[in-house]
């Protein structure tokens, strides 16, 4: 469950190599359709690399969608081919969405960005008061918290609400700096999009998006629920990647109940409007949507990733030796995505996969970005495909490192009951030789595997049951999380923790 829950903020980007003329390269419509026909081997080379089933991509260029094609097919084994207009989940590239949003209401005077969040959310709690009380709207969108990566991203996928997600950030370890460390995470969004919709009196963020930018922009393919891409008579087929890429269903838990983290479902035509108002510097066929200079804020570094590349808001700002690029990627259960542009070259690329992402939309896009641009010539594709191999090598590695075993005797004194101050409670069952676990407040039912070596250390994969089959299908069936049942000096269990950073939770034993 963890690889699907990651947001695919692919940071390792090839190097380039350092040349003494740095000024930007200022591309025409000419010059880049004379990329096209190499553009296009790559295209094909990356979805032969990555095993992408198919993909549709968008170029603009001076305020106009000079390319749209689509590659491949909808959905691995049917006959159905991958148009601009096919629908696709977008992912993380939401979260340069609600940036523009908070843009709009600092703009109308509703909020400013060094607003305390807890100000606009009492609720927004963390285990550091200061880091509680110094947490500002900008902060929400700018991954500088310091504090776990990912951190209770997968509690989604075990059917918590919003309002679960936003207090389990209490519990999330505060790992680095604050304001000085980058952490991608995704709930902050969450509380980003509530405080947009609170200021602007709507009922939801994205009922606050569609007024403010869906429809002054025209994108009107452009939705935000599992209902939505599935009535899509053109959508494209999520996949996830096993031997080869195997078909994975649309449901609310992910990335939907994400909001304003990664909701958004989306296809060219519309992704292209969306950075034509980029771009534009906030204006859209004549009319300012947003300022220019608190949209400048959102493009703004906030804290380095590497040596050339820094998150912003929302946006990935990356410095290369002939111009920046703002961009931002997105990956979900079977989709990966990017969008970006260059901000001084008046020009945009938006790539849509469905498979989960990679690493293709990335490499593709510096692919195009370098040429553009007149940067040293760099093979992304045979890179990236390189680092996602490593990716995958390391990730069966660390499978590896947990043997199963057979069930102790000693797993008799685990069954009972458990509470968690976040995730309530839980109980555990031992019945027909194995340990199950149900997560009271949302009836998940999680699969306990011992482990060889330690009788009080298992594994735990969400069984396929009422309404988690479809994120069960999701997560291939991988483990999401270690657990170890902890005891006291006379050898009474008193708790069952969590082992993962990422899912920092403990349950109390109840008492017998």
Same mark, same amino acid.
């Not at 195997?246 to 449901?251: A, G, N, R, S, T």
């Not at 499978?399 to 409670?425: C, H, K, N, Q, W």
């Given at each position: /469950?963890?690889?699907i829950?990651?947001?695919?903020?692919?940071?390792?980007?090839?190097?380039?190599?350092?040349?003494?003329?740095?000024?930007?390269?200022?591309?025409?419509q000419?010059s880049?359709?004379?990329?096209?026909?190499?553009?296009?081997?790559?295209?094909?080379?990356?979805?032969?690399?990555?095993?992408?089933?198919?993909l549709?991509?968008?170029?603009?260029?001076?305020?106009?969608?000079?390319?749209?094609?689509?590659?491949?097919?909808?959905?691995?084994?049917?006959?159905?081919?991958?148009?601009?207009?096919?629908?696709?989940q977008?992912?993380?590239?939401?979260?340069?969405?609600?940036?523009?949003?908070?843009?709009?209401?600092?703009?109308?005077?509703?909020?400013? @960005?060094?607003?305390?969040?807890?100000?606009?959310?009492?609720?927004f709690?963390?285990?550091?008061?200061?880091?509680?009380?110094?947490?500002?709207?900008?902060?929400?969108?700018?991954?500088?918290?310091?504090?776990?990566?990912?951190?209770?991203?997968?509690?989604?996928?075990?059917?918590?609400?919003?309002?679960?997600?936003?207090?389990?950030?209490?519990?999330?370890?505060?790992?680095?700096?604050?304001?000085?460390?980058?952490?991608?995470?995704?709930?902050?969004?969450?509380?980003?999009?509530?405080?947009?919709?609170?200021?602007?009196?709507?009922?939801?963020? $994205?009922?606050?998006?569609?007024?403010?930018?869906?429809?002054?922009?025209? /994108?009107?393919?452009?939705?935000?629920?599992?209902?939505? #891409?599935?009535?899509?008579?053109n959508?494209?087929?999520?996949?996830?990647?096993?031997?080869?890429?195997?078909?994975?269903?649309?449901?609310?838990?992910f990335?939907?109940? !994400?909001?304003?983290?990664?909701?958004?479902?989306?296809?060219?035509?519309? /992704?292209?409007?969306?950075?034509?108002?980029?771009?534009?510097?906030?204006q859209?066929?004549?009319?300012?949507?947003?300022?220019?200079?608190?949209?400048?804020?959102?493009?703004?570094?906030?804290?380095? /990733?590497?040596?050339?590349?820094?998150?912003?808001?929302? @946006?990935?700002?990356?410095?290369?030796?002939?111009?920046?690029?703002?961009w931002?990627?997105?990956?979900?259960?079977?989709?990966?995505?990017?969008a970006?542009?260059?901000?001084?070259?008046?020009?945009?690329?938006?790539?849509?996969?469905?498979?989960?992402?990679g690493?293709?939309?990335?490499?593709?896009? !510096?692919?195009?970005?370098?040429?553009?641009?007149?940067?040293?010539?760099?093979?992304?594709?045979?890179?990236?495909?390189?680092?996602?191999?490593?990716?995958?090598?390391?990730?069966?590695?660390?499978?590896?490192?947990?043997?199963?075993g057979?069930?102790?005797?000693?797993?008799?004194?685990?069954?009972? +009951?458990?509470?968690?101050?976040?995730?309530?409670?839980?109980?555990?069952?031992?019945?027909?030789?194995?340990?199950?676990?149900?997560?009271?407040?949302?009836?998940?039912?999680?699969?306990?595997?011992?482990?060889?070596?330690?009788?009080?250390?298992?594994?735990?994969?969400?069984?396929?049951?009422?309404?988690?089959?479809?994120?069960?299908? !999701?997560?291939?069936?991988?483990?999401?999380?270690?657990?170890?049942?902890? $005891?006291?000096?006379?050898?009474? #269990?008193?708790?069952?923790? @969590?082992?993962s950073?990422?899912l920092?939770? +403990?349950?109390?034993?109840?008492?017998?």
């Amino acid at each position: /469950m963890k690889s699907i829950i990651r947001a695919a903020l692919l940071v390792g980007l090839a190097a380039i190599s350092g040349i003494s003329d740095t000024s930007a390269q200022q591309p025409s419509q000419a010059s880049i359709e004379a990329l096209l026909p190499d553009f296009e081997k790559q295209v094909t080379e990356g979805m032969k690399a990555f095993s992408v089933p198919g993909l549709a991509i968008g170029i603009v260029h001076d305020d106009k969608l000079i390319y749209a094609k689509g590659f491949g097919v909808r959905e691995l084994g049917k006959p159905d081919q991958v148009t601009p207009e096919t629908i696709f989940q977008v992912g993380s590239t939401t979260k340069a969405f609600l940036a523009t949003t908070l843009a709009q209401a600092v703009d109308a005077g509703r909020l400013g @960005w060094n607003d305390p969040v807890i100000d606009h959310v009492p609720e927004f709690q963390l285990a550091d008061p200061w880091v509680t009380r110094d947490f500002r709207v900008l902060d929400l969108a700018a991954q500088r918290s310091g504090l776990t990566a990912y951190v209770n991203d997968a509690l989604t996928m075990l059917g918590y609400d919003k309002q679960t997600l936003i207090r389990s950030l209490r519990v999330a370890p505060q790992l680095g700096m604050f304001r000085s460390d980058f952490r991608y995470l995704n709930i902050p969004h969450i509380v980003g999009g509530e405080i947009v919709a609170k200021v602007n009196g709507a009922p939801s963020w $994205t009922d606050s998006l569609q007024q403010s930018l869906l429809t002054p922009l025209g /994108m009107g393919a452009t939705t935000a629920t599992a209902e939505a #891409i599935t009535a899509a008579p053109n959508h494209a087929q999520g996949h996830r990647l096993a031997n080869k890429p195997i078909p994975v269903p649309f449901h609310p838990s992910f990335p939907y109940a !994400m909001g304003p983290a990664g909701a958004l479902n989306s296809n060219i035509p519309d /992704m292209a409007k969306w950075l034509r108002l980029q771009l534009g510097r906030g204006q859209f066929e004549g009319k300012v949507l947003v300022s220019e200079d608190n949209l400048d804020v959102t493009w703004t570094p906030r804290v380095a /990733m590497n040596e050339r590349t820094s998150y912003a808001v929302g @946006w990935v700002a990356t410095a290369t030796p002939r111009g920046r690029i703002i961009w931002h990627n997105g990956g979900t259960a079977g989709f990966g995505a990017h969008a970006g542009f260059l901000p001084d070259g008046k020009t945009g690329i938006v790539i849509l996969t469905n498979l989960e992402n990679g690493g293709m939309p990335d490499s593709l896009a !510096m692919w195009f970005y370098d040429r553009v641009l007149g940067n040293p010539v760099v093979d992304n594709i045979a890179l990236g495909a390189a680092a996602l191999k490593t990716r995958r090598e390391a990730a069966r590695a660390e499978a590896a490192g947990f043997v199963p075993g057979p069930l102790s005797p000693l797993a008799t004194g685990f069954a009972g +009951s458990y509470a968690s101050p976040i995730l309530g409670d839980a109980t555990i069952v031992l019945a027909d030789g194995k340990l199950g676990l149900t997560l009271e407040k949302t009836e998940a039912q999680l699969l306990l595997e011992p482990n060889k070596d330690d009788p009080y250390l298992f594994q735990a994969r969400l069984a396929p049951t009422g309404a988690f089959v479809a994120p069960a299908e !999701m997560s291939g069936g991988e483990p999401f999380v270690r657990l170890r049942f902890e $005891t006291d000096a006379a050898g009474k #269990i008193t708790q069952m923790r @969590w082992l993962s950073p990422e899912l920092p939770h +403990s349950f109390a034993r109840a008492a017998q």
